[in-house]
C-alpha cells in the first residue's frame, strides 16, 4: 500500500471567504494557482491519475470528527476565544485530501459519517438556482446620491445591535466591534445614527444614507458586545448588557429614552401596536418588521429653519439629484440657500440603568432578547447565550417591562424542550409566540434541533416568570442549521439571512413557510466592492411605499481572523424580496 496525504487550500473559491483568502495571498506574492472548487475534486484528481482510491475532508471535519471532547476542553482552556464563525468558515476552506496505491480495505474510516454527507451534498439535483439582488446604498453628499462608495466606518462593524425608529429613517447602531474614521479597529461603546434617505432614479426609489449626530448623557452599557436592543415605546429602547471580553460579561438593562422635544418626530419602532403579529425582535444579531416611509432627501429628517422661521417640509420633496450625475443640488424651496443634508438636528439621548427585580438571568452573551406581548403585558424575552464557563441554560427569561422584574418561564412536564444554544436567532411571528432557529451548542456543533416555536401561555406581573411550551419545527426537505444570522417573520414565512451553515456556501435568504413546513432558498447575488460574508450583522425588514417590492436593510457584518486579519462587510446594503411583494 502506498498513500499520498496532501493538505491544501483552498476549497470553495468562489465563495465570499474564499475570495478573502485568495486576495490575502495575492497581496502577499503567493498566489494560490490551484483551487478546488469542492473536495470532490481532490478526489477526482488522485483518481484521475491512476490512484486506486481517496479521499478527501476538510479541517473542520477532521477536527469535528477525530478530536475528543478531553481534548476540545484542553484546547478552550488555553486562552479566551470567541471567533467561531471565522474558525469554522476558514477551517472549511482548508483540506486533507489522501490517495492511496494499493488495498486499504480493512483499515477502519473515522470519518466515514463525514464520507456519507459529503457525497450527498457533492451530487446535484438539477435543482434551479434563484437568486436575489444585493443592491449597495449610496451616501447622500453635497445634495446628491454617491452610489457605490466606500462604507460608512460607523457603519462598519459586527457583533451590534440595531433599532430602526418609527420614523422609518433613522437607525440607531449599538456597541460591536467596529472600524473608526482613524482605521483603528476596536470595541465600540457609543451610540451612532445614520439617517436613511428615499431616493429616485429611472429604475424606481433607492435608499442612500447620512451621518446624524448624538449627543448621549449618562453612561452607557460597558459590556457592547454582543449587546441586544428593543424598542420600548414610541421614545424608549432597552439595551441589555453582552461582554466586553470572553472573561467578562453581564446581565445589566439600561433604558435608552430620546429627548422628542429636541429630535421632533422621531419615535421607536416595532412596538407590538405599530406592526401587529410581527412584533419587534433582537434576533441573535437583531432584526425588525417595518413598515417605513423614508424621507427623501429634501426633507432629510428635519424640518427647515430657515431665516423667516419657515417650519414646513420641503416643497421638493418628490425626489433627489439622479444617481451618478452632477445634477444641481435640491434644496428647500422655501431656504434655497439651505442644503438638504445640513438640516438634521443632533440626536439627544439619555441612558440610565434599570433597577431589575425578581430572578435575574446570568451574565451571558451571544443570547436573544424579543419583545412580544403575552395576555396584554410587554415582555422581553431572553433566550440561550454564553456563559464565562460554559452554555447557558435552556430557560428562558421574561422581563417585565412594566414592573421590571425578571422570572425564568417554565416549560410544561413531559414535553420536549430545544437543546442549551447560542448565536442563535428568534423573531416574534404572533403574539406570544416566538420562532427560534439556529445556533451553536455546547459542543460547538451546529444544533441538530434548529428549530423550535416557543409558546409563552403566561407571565407573571411579580417577577415570578410564567410558563411556556415547545414545540419542534421539522421541514420537508430538512431546513440546514445555521449561525450568526438573522431573522424575520412576515405572515406565515420565516426569512433567514445569511449566517455560517455546515458546508461553505454563498450567502443566501431562506423564505421557510411555517404552515406548510416548506422552504426555499434564494441565493444573494453581490454588487459589493468587497466579499459579503454575512454573519454577525443585523437586518431589518422594510415595505416602502415607493418602492414596488419589500426589501431587507441590512447593516454590519464580518468577523475577526487570526490568519487574514478582520474582514468588515460593505454596507449598509439592502436586499430585494420581489417574492414577497
Request: proline share 6%.
Amino acid at each position: 500500500m502506498c498513500p499520498h496525504v496532501s493538505y491544501s487550500s483552498t476549497t470553495h473559491p468562489s465563495d465570499p471567504f474564499g475570495q478573502v483568502m485568495l486576495q490575502h495571498f495575492q497581496k502577499i506574492g503567493s498566489p494560490i494557482e490551484v483551487a478546488c472548487s469542492t473536495p470532490s475534486l481532490h478526489v477526482q484528481r488522485f483518481l484521475s491519475t491512476s490512484w486506486s482510491s481517496a479521499c478527501c475532508h476538510t479541517a473542520l471535519d477532521c477536527y469535528n470528527a477525530l478530536v475528543d471532547d478531553a481534548e476540545r476542553c484542553r484546547l478552550a482552556s488555553l486562552e479566551p476565544f470567541d471567533e467561531y464563525e471565522q474558525w469554522h468558515i476558514m477551517a472549511q476552506h482548508y483540506v486533507l485530501a489522501c490517495g492511496v496505491k494499493g488495498s486499504c480495505t480493512n483499515l477502519p474510516c473515522p470519518m466515514e459519517a463525514t464520507c456519507r454527507r459529503q457525497t450527498a451534498c457533492d451530487t446535484s439535483d438539477g435543482a434551479e438556482t434563484r437568486f436575489v439582488q444585493c443592491r449597495p446604498i449610496g451616501e447622500w453628499t453635497d445634495g446628491r446620491v454617491v452610489a457605490g462608495t466606500a462604507s460608512l466606518h460607523h457603519v462598519e462593524r459586527f457583533c451590534h445591535s440595531s433599532v430602526l425608529l418609527a420614523d422609518g429613517s433613522t437607525l440607531l447602531l449599538f456597541g460591536g466591534f467596529g472600524l473608526l474614521a482613524s482605521n483603528q479597529h476596536q470595541r465600540i461603546k457609543s451610540v451612532d445614527a445614520v439617517n436613511l434617505i428615499s431616493s429616485h432614479d429611472a429604475a424606481g426609489s433607492l435608499v442612500s444614507t447620512q451621518r446624524q449626530a448624538v449627543c448621549v448623557e449618562g453612561n452607557l452599557p460597558a459590556n457592547s458586545m454582543f449587546i441586544q436592543s428593543v424598542g420600548l415605546s414610541s421614545s424608549e429602547i432597552l439595551l441589555f448588557d453582552g461582554r466586553s471580553s470572553p472573561l467578562k460579561c453581564g446581565s445589566g438593562v439600561h433604558r435608552l429614552t430620546i429627548n422628542t422635544s429636541s429630535s421632533p418626530g422621531l419615535s421607536v419602532s416595532g412596538t407590538p401596536a405599530d406592526i401587529g403579529c410581527q412584533g419587534p425582535s433582537t434576533q441573535g444579531l437583531g432584526g425588525t418588521v417595518c413598515q417605513a416611509t423614508l424621507p427623501c432627501p429634501s426633507a432629510a429628517a428635519a424640518r427647515c429653519s430657515g431665516a423667516a422661521g419657515c417650519q414646513s417640509h420641503c416643497s421638493s420633496a418628490s425626489s433627489a439629484s439622479p444617481l451618478h450625475t452632477d445634477s444641481a443640488t435640491t434644496h428647500c424651496q422655501c431656504c434655497p440657500s439651505q442644503a438638504a443634508d445640513s438640516r438634521l438636528v443632533e440626536l439627544q439621548l439619555s441612558c440610565s440603568p434599570v433597577e431589575c427585580h425578581g430572578e435575574s438571568p446570568c451574565p451571558r452573551w451571544r443570547h436573544t432578547v424579543t419583545l412580544c406581548t403575552v395576555q396584554g403585558e410587554s415582555v422581553a424575552v431572553l433566550f440561550g447565550g454564553r456563559c464565562v464557563a460554559t452554555v447557558a441554560s435552556v430557560d428562558p427569561y421574561a422581563f417585565n417591562t412594566c414592573s421590571l422584574s425578571w422570572g425564568k418561564l417554565k416549560k410544561s412536564e413531559g414535553v420536549a424542550a430545544p437543546s442549551s444554544r447560542y448565536s442563535h436567532s428568534a423573531a416574534v411571528w404572533q403574539a406570544g409566540r416566538i420562532v427560534i432557529s439556529g445556533g451553536l451548542g455546547a459542543d460547538e456543533q451546529l444544533c441538530s434541533d434548529a428549530y423550535w416555536i416557543m409558546d409563552i401561555t403566561s407571565v407573571d406581573g411579580n417577577g415570578d416568570g410564567g410558563d411556556v411550551l415547545w414545540t419542534q419545527l421539522g421541514f420537508d426537505p430538512p431546513l440546514p442549521p445555521r449561525y450568526s444570522h438573522s431573522s424575520h417573520v412576515v405572515g406565515n414565512t420565516l426569512l433567514l439571512v445569511g449566517g455560517v451553515l455546515a458546508e461553505s456556501s454563498q450567502p443566501s435568504v431562506i423564505l421557510a413557510d411555517l404552515c406548510r413546513r416548506s422552504w426555499l432558498e434564494f441565493t444573494i447575488e453581490v454588487s459589493l466592492h468587497q466579499p459579503l460574508l454575512l454573519h454577525n450583522h443585523t437586518s431589518h425588514f422594510i415595505r416602502h411605499p415607493e418602492r414596488k417590492n419589500p426589501f431587507l436593510l441590512v447593516v454590519g457584518g464580518g468577523g475577526n481572523c487570526f490568519s487574514f486579519g478582520t474582514h468588515f462587510d460593505a454596507g449598509p446594503y439592502t436586499i430585494d424580496l420581489p417574492m414577497l411583494e
